[in-house]
């Protein structure tokens, strides 16, 4: 049988699917085992309370959904006294994701959330409907650096750092990640759209834009993934349109040694395990002896014999 456990860094996962931040809380218990997985990611909290974005926050595409949430959050006073125990009912590792408006408060919150409880802190630095004039850390290489080298210096914890598809070159950010002391990276979040109501000629999103997700992102992603994994030796979590296992088969080949699933479990709640399940028999049937041996084994050297073949004919 197949062994399902991938490290992610210092960070061991019973197997490699997790949730995606803000996709999942342990309400999510009523109808799967959260034990389960191989970790589980909690809502991005900022410091203060925040009452999110305008409704309507949500609304279906043909390839997925797109959401402007807006972070809505009880503050990290919450998170620590009634979150963590929460999460700490079940086995799998306790990602935090933090987000702020400013590289000082970002270290700070990062210190602050450093409890026995969190085994691994997710810094969402990419959030595409956060206000402006703070966060988006991740559209800039020197941003980015800033803010993770800062985190990095407050915390001995595990730092995932959640990158955003919408920078103009995400290799970059993804270096600098790593320059700054990141132990992975989670390619990625959403990507930023607009979907308009031809009755009402109205934006479908009370905040106008949101984040795409679902099946139409996941060739992009795979793509950054892949291009990213090129660029770092720290691990990747694939993240985007995963609803069936090809797509986790996929973004392991691509480079990622663990994903993150979203808009499946908003289509099907008991998705994640069904992901699990999936996996195990894939690599059963295949006899895959180590899940962790798909990570980076795309076959995408360029076929030169065919083509010298070709070019003679
Ligand atoms: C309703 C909704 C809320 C989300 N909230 C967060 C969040 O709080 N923090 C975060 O880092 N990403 C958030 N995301 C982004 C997801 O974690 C994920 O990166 C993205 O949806 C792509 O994965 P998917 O295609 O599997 O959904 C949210 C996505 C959705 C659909």
Not at 64 to 91: A, C, E, H, W
Not at 161 to 177: F, H, M, R, T, Y
Not at 184 to 190: H, I
Not at 253 to 274: D, K
Request: aromatic share 6%; net charge negative; proline share 6%.
């Amino acid at each position: 049988m197949v062994d399902l456990s991938v490290r992610i860094g210092a960070t061991e996962l019973a197997n490699p699917i997790m949730p995606a931040s803000g996709s999942f809380s342990t309400e999510v218990e009523q109808v799967i085992d959260l034990n389960r997985l191989g970790a589980l990611v909690a809502k991005t909290v900022s410091r203060n309370f925040r009452a999110g974005n305008p409704t309507p926050r949500v609304a279906e595409l043909e390839t997925g959904m797109i959401n402007s949430i807006g972070l809505p959050t009880k503050g990290l006073q919450y998170f620590l006294d009634v979150q963590v125990p929460d999460y700490n009912r079940f086995t799998p590792p306790l990602v935090a994701s933090i987000s702020a408006e400013t590289a000082e408060d970002f270290a700070a919150m990062a210190s602050d959330v450093s409890v026995p409880g969190v085994d691994v802190i997710e810094v969402n630095i990419s959030c595409p409907t956060r206000a402006p004039g703070g966060g988006n850390f991740a559209l800039h290489d020197e941003h980015a650096f800033n803010v993770l080298a800062g985190i990095r210096a407050a915390t001995e914890k595990p730092v995932w750092a959640k990158l955003s598809p919408n920078a103009g070159d995400i290799v970059a950010i993804a270096e600098a990640a790593e320059k700054a002391g990141a132990d992975a990276l989670v390619v990625s979040n959403t990507i930023l759209g607009l979907k308009i109501e031809v009755d009402t000629f109205r934006p479908a999103i009370g905040n106008k834009f949101g984040g795409i997700s679902g099946p139409g992102i996941k060739p992009i992603i795979v793509r950054m993934v892949y291009q990213c994994a090129k660029a770092v030796s720290i691990p990747i979590i694939g993240c985007g349109g995963i609803c069936k296992v090809e797509d986790v088969v996929e973004y392991m080949l691509a480079g990622a040694s663990a994903v993150e699933v979203g808009y499946a479990t908003f289509r099907n709640p008991t998705a994640m395990v069904a992901l699990i399940d999936d996996l195990e028999a894939w690599c059963d049937e295949r006899g895959i002896a180590r899940v962790a041996d798909l990570t980076g084994a795309i076959r995408d050297e360029v076929e030169t014999d065919t083509y010298a073949a070709a070019s003679h004919m």
